[in-house]
């Protein structure tokens, strides 16, 4: 049998792993400097925890666990009835009641429901795990990925919201990745589209706005009109997608647009103290800039207040970030008006755009520090004791396991990117020395063994 | 809909992470120390990749995975007739063709087939993931928990062998846990078992060895004559399971034992060689005793060689620890002659004993170093450029995200173990001052904010 992985999987060898754990690592100890607090939730989940949160398109990507037990001949009708349902498209406990993590936003919401009176609010949790979807594979999308999400629940202090935009330039400072985090709110398009045509027609301009960047605004314009939208009406939404300059100059441009309209007023004073915040402590960090834009929407989400988007500068690639605050994260769990903000890192594309530029730290690929060569029974005794001598003084180290030809152990430590060989042959042995060899500069001395530890201190 | 977790699945909070990670980390740091390399496997394996590779038993425990797309009405006859399958016990492709990992070894074996021109061999490899099995949930067996192997493949050389018991040391003394690592050999036990009736007994006597810890001599004894063996096989294999003393005295009795048996005088030769590699570092690293012990078997799986398992003294707990040498990884998937040698941790069961014993860091709970009171509007914006500039300083910080009565701070700050509170009330703000408070301690100083950075540096 020849062993395959299942389309859409990947595993990942130690040099990936490694600039994985760089970027992931960098996340984590930001979103700990900012008082967010781990959480890991099981890869299983009920099925009716999730069937329903993620629209019907959403739904029929969730995998699904087949429960065990179901050759129980006692239970035969039942499974075959079962068995029924599922071909006419309808779920069925007595077939499958579990299914796998889809994203880590319910989950939370699960977590939060269920533990709300012994959790400390507002909770400020992040979670870094694997989400499972039955997509259609394609480049850069795959059936299990990692997300990473940091949420505030329980607070509508706008101070949460400026605070994610510092945690974005603060991890992509790290990471050395300029980026242009973009910044907008849901109740300016909401005043948008109250302007326009009323606010049934939200959900058809955000949609049709989402798309500018791929399509064009004549294309945007053509969707709005299928949608039933006056020319006059088109031509404000023109108008708003239009709006430049500075934010300062955005904003202005915004408050005459929106003029008469409460929730877009709403809508720019939050933008206007979030703002605030990000100016009270700019230049003390960074380059990355944090700008409204108009034509921000984040598709169709459970958003209604701030939304952000992140993109790498000089490069081609999709939004390597993106989030904002929600009104009610666990209504559906029948715990009402927890309100909620958080930001997620789009962790593969951020590899990638890493591996492009070329930015990964030089000496990501360190392995282990110090191959002993293996030059016989006797030799190799001596050096099993002096590399636990190294590796009691933390030095990473390996012996050859066999005598080979010293050709062979080169190779080993080259594969591996070992910076050093210690070599103790007969001679050594006698005279209690060792030949320790950069094996980068390819430069050798011979040290007294008792030295070792001091020589790589 | 109130929400629930699946039976035998858990959410970790941030006080059972820290715990988790500091073990996770402490075993990490030690397989790198020694040289292994992290690999990562998906959660999803093709189902014929794990059917058939841990018996009938468990076989019945994968988890497996509902394909979909089973409403295409194009596909209902063939759909339908894998439905009959399944219930008759069998597999269907049109039904399910993906699996949940099981274990980390066979997904170990499958990445070493596959990519075995590519690989440095011999290959040392660590994984730490999540696994799951359908089994009866009961108090410390979930059906999603975490292993910790490593695994040497391509290699029969014993310094493996000895690497993976001094890494067995360095990791539990790491953890300050005392622990009993026992050692035997699967070669020895199959000379037993060719002494006492041949080798078709070997599978017999090793089930019946292993059961002597929980049922005793006289239980294991009518097992053996359920099995038909003699008085006088079981009388020699009696006298196997009572040899006792020091590891040399030990290697000398069973030399008589097993005197004209070549398989039995091949193990104990391995295992003399094994202990001399120890030996030959004792005393430089540990207290935790390495000890031959012949009633180790580790029940019925692939070992050939060498054999470990691990205690904790002191504590009533079963093995956390245990591995061995084995003949053939990778010949399932069609890569014949690659042995390994390897290794687990038993994490949850470690958390246990490190729980029951009280041995965690006093610190682990440590989150957030500050939190910034709020005191209004101004009084905030000014803590909140001060923490930035903490943060910047690699400074853990929070400000309270609402202008609570201080009272609901100083509880939130002690529910997530804070230990520090910084309050700016306006008199701060006008005289450029801070009011830094130790809630431990209960102490507090008025220092000028821009003295904060030295004075938790």
């Given at each position: 049998?020849?062993?395959?992985?299942?389309?859409?999987?990947?595993?990942?060898?130690?040099?990936?792993?490694r600039?994985?754990?760089f970027?992931?690592?960098?996340?984590?100890?930001?979103f700990e400097?900012?008082?967010f607090?781990?959480?890991e939730?099981?890869?299983?989940e009920?099925?009716?925890?999730?069937?329903?949160?993620?629209?019907?398109?959403?739904?029929?990507?969730?995998?699904?666990?087949?429960?065990?037990?179901?050759?129980?001949?006692?239970k035969k009708?039942e499974?075959?009835?079962?068995?029924?349902?599922?071909?006419?498209?309808?779920?069925?406990?007595?077939?499958?009641e579990r299914?796998?993590?889809?994203?880590?936003?319910?989950p939370?919401?699960?977590?939060?429901?269920m533990?709300?009176?012994?959790?400390?609010?507002?909770?400020?949790?992040?979670q870094?795990?694997?989400?499972?979807?039955?997509?259609?594979?394609?480049?850069?999308?795959?059936?299990?990925?990692?997300?990473?999400?940091?949420?505030?629940?329980?607070?509508?202090?706008?101070?949460?919201?400026?605070?994610?935009?510092?945690?974005?330039?603060?991890v992509?400072?790290?990471?050395?990745?300029?980026v242009?985090?973009?910044?907008?709110?849901?109740k300016?398009?909401?005043?948008?589209a109250?302007?326009?045509?009323g606010?049934?027609?939200m959900?058809?301009?955000?949609?049709?706005?989402?798309?500018?960047?791929?399509?064009?605004?004549?294309?945007?314009?053509?969707?709005?009109?299928?949608?039933?939208?006056?020319?006059?009406?088109?031509?404000?939404?023109?108008?708003?997608?239009?709006?430049?300059?500075s934010?300062d100059?955005?904003?202005t441009?915004?408050?005459?647009?929106?003029?008469?309209?409460?929730?877009?007023?709403?809508?720019?004073?939050?933008?206007?103290?979030?703002l605030n915040?990000?100016n009270?402590?700019?230049?003390?960090?960074?380059?990355?800039?944090?700008?409204?834009?108009?034509t921000?929407?984040?598709?169709?989400?459970?958003?209604?207040?701030?939304?952000?988007?992140?993109?790498?500068?000089?490069?081609?690639?999709?939004?390597?970030?993106?989030?904002?605050?929600?009104?009610?994260?666990?209504?559906?769990?029948g715990l009402?008006?927890?309100?909620?903000?958080?930001?997620?890192?789009?962790v593969?594309?951020?590899?990638?755009?890493m591996t492009?530029?070329?930015?990964?730290?030089?000496?990501?690929?360190?392995?282990?520090?110090?191959?002993?060569?293996?030059?016989?029974?006797?030799?190799?005794?001596?050096?099993?004791?002096?590399?636990?001598?190294?590796?009691?003084?933390?030095i990473?180290?390996?012996?050859?396991?066999?005598?080979?030809?010293?050709?062979?152990?080169f190779?080993?430590?080259?594969?591996?990117?070992?910076?050093?060989?210690?070599i103790?042959?007969?001679?050594?042995?006698?005279q209690?020395?060792?030949?320790?060899?950069?094996?980068?500069k390819?430069?050798?001395?011979?040290?007294?063994?008792?030295?070792?530890?001091?020589?790589?201190?």
């Open positions: 049998m020849k062993p395959s992985l299942p389309q859409g999987t990947r595993d990942f060898s130690a040099d990936i792993i600039r994985r754990r970027i992931l690592d960098t996340i984590k100890d930001v400097l900012y008082g607090e781990p959480l939730t099981p890869a299983l009920n099925l009716e925890t999730l069937m329903g949160k993620y629209g019907d398109e959403g739904d029929k990507l969730i995998f699904k666990i087949l429960n065990n037990g179901l050759d129980n001949p006692l009708e499974i075959q009835k079962g068995f029924n349902k599922i071909l006419e498209g309808k779920n069925e406990k007595n077939i499958t299914a796998l993590r889809y994203d880590l936003t319910i939370f919401a699960r977590y939060v429901s533990n709300y009176g012994k959790l400390t609010m507002p909770y400020k949790r992040y870094m795990q694997s989400v499972w979807r039955a997509d259609r594979p394609q480049k850069g999308r795959y059936r299990e990925f990692y997300q990473c999400d940091a949420d505030v629940a329980g607070t509508n202090s706008l101070i949460s919201d400026a605070e994610l935009a510092l945690i974005y330039q603060q992509f400072r790290r990471l050395k990745i300029d242009d985090i973009k910044i907008n709110s849901r300016i398009l909401a005043a948008l109250e302007v326009c045509g606010s049934d027609k959900s058809a301009i955000t949609v049709a706005i989402d798309k500018l960047d791929k399509i064009g605004i004549e294309k945007v314009k053509e969707e709005l009109i299928e949608n039933n939208l006056s020319v006059q009406q088109i031509s404000v939404i023109e108008s708003y997608l239009q709006i430049g300059g934010n100059e955005k904003l441009k915004i408050t005459t647009l929106l003029n008469n309209v409460e929730t877009g007023q709403k809508g720019i004073e939050e933008l206007k103290i979030i915040y990000i009270e402590v700019a230049g003390q960090s960074s380059t990355s800039s944090i700008n409204i834009d108009f921000l929407a984040r598709g169709l989400n459970y958003y209604t207040g701030i939304i952000y988007e992140v993109k790498a500068k000089n490069i081609e690639m999709g939004s390597i970030g993106g989030g904002g605050r929600y009104d009610d994260l666990t209504g559906l769990f009402p008006n927890i309100p909620g903000v958080g930001i997620s890192f789009g593969d594309r951020i590899y990638d755009v492009e530029l070329n930015i990964f730290p030089e000496d990501i690929n360190k392995s282990t520090t110090v191959l002993f060569f293996n030059l016989g029974e006797k030799e190799s005794t001596v050096a099993f004791k002096e590399m636990q001598v190294l590796r009691n003084n933390g990473s180290c390996e012996l050859f396991y066999e005598n080979a030809k010293l050709d062979k152990q190779k080993y430590a080259s594969k591996k990117n070992i910076p050093f060989a210690i103790i042959g007969s001679n050594e042995v006698e209690k020395t060792c030949i320790v060899r950069d094996l980068l390819a430069e050798q001395q011979t040290i007294p063994v008792d030295n070792l530890s001091s020589y790589f201190r």
